[in-house]
């Protein structure tokens, strides 16, 4: 079962293969992805994973129930420290502190914020949950996938892809918080509005991967 699908009303099932089997991933996982390109993923994602603590701040200040509260905070937790693993391999990758503090985001990675911003600031309190709670689930089921290719084609230690191998420990911590808090929410109306976040966040990681894809890299 993937992310909340006892209360969606869609399937999600061939959105979620899209991303899991994502042309960048599978590149990946032959080894055939440039260097560069890899690269440029760690300097989007840290744009983006840089904003995770004010995204979780702003989702705890929001909901006026301390039970929620509560649970929001418990996600937080597992998460502290995981910018540092991002930067440790992108420093494998030959990046330095800083390119990290120059980067610039592309379309995707944008897109991809501004709608997590979006949500946390116009959305009802099932869509604020479901729209961040569906990105991290997705991207733990894709750590799982390349963390053993990163190690094999690329020459990368454990130490230096532990930012993959932590999103297990993120995914059995955070995953059940996010059940029980989604559970709250399962009038009509509210399973509709989380199926259309769960929806809108993985359409905008497409882009956030797509752009990726598409961008010019310097080679070498």
Do not use: N
Not at 68 to 89: A, D, M, N, W, Y
Not at 113 to 118: E, I, K
Not at 191 to 218: K, N
Request: hydrophobic residues 45%.
């Amino acid at each position: 079962m993937g992310f909340s699908d006892s209360i969606l009303t869609e399937d999600m099932g061939l959105l979620r293969a899209r991303l899991l089997h994502h042309p960048l991933w599978e590149r990946v996982m032959d080894g055939t992805l440039e260097v560069a390109r890899l690269r440029l993923f760690a300097l989007q994602d840290w744009w983006l994973v840089r904003q995770a603590y004010r995204l979780d701040a702003l989702a705890i200040a929001s909901v006026p129930d301390l039970d929620v509260q509560e649970l929001l905070i418990s996600k937080l937790t597992p998460k502290v420290g995981g910018h540092k693993l991002l930067l440790r391999f992108g420093e494998a990758l030959g990046l330095s502190q800083a390119d990290f503090d120059a980067v610039e985001p592309l379309a995707g990675c944008m897109a991809l914020t501004t709608f997590f911003y979006w949500m946390l600031a116009y959305g009802s309190v099932e869509e604020k949950l479901a729209a961040v709670g569906a990105s991290e689930d997705i991207f733990v089921q894709i750590c799982a996938r390349v963390k053993p290719a990163l190690i094999r084609h690329y020459g990368l230690s454990e130490e230096q892809v532990e930012f993959f191998t932590a999103h297990d420990v993120i995914g059995e911590r955070v995953g059940p918080v996010d059940e029980a808090l989604l559970q709250r929410y399962s009038s009509s109306d509210e399973r509709q509005r989380i199926t259309r976040a769960v929806r809108l966040s993985h359409e905008f990681e497409l882009l956030f991967y797509d752009t990726i894809m598409t961008a010019p890299v310097e080679q070498g």
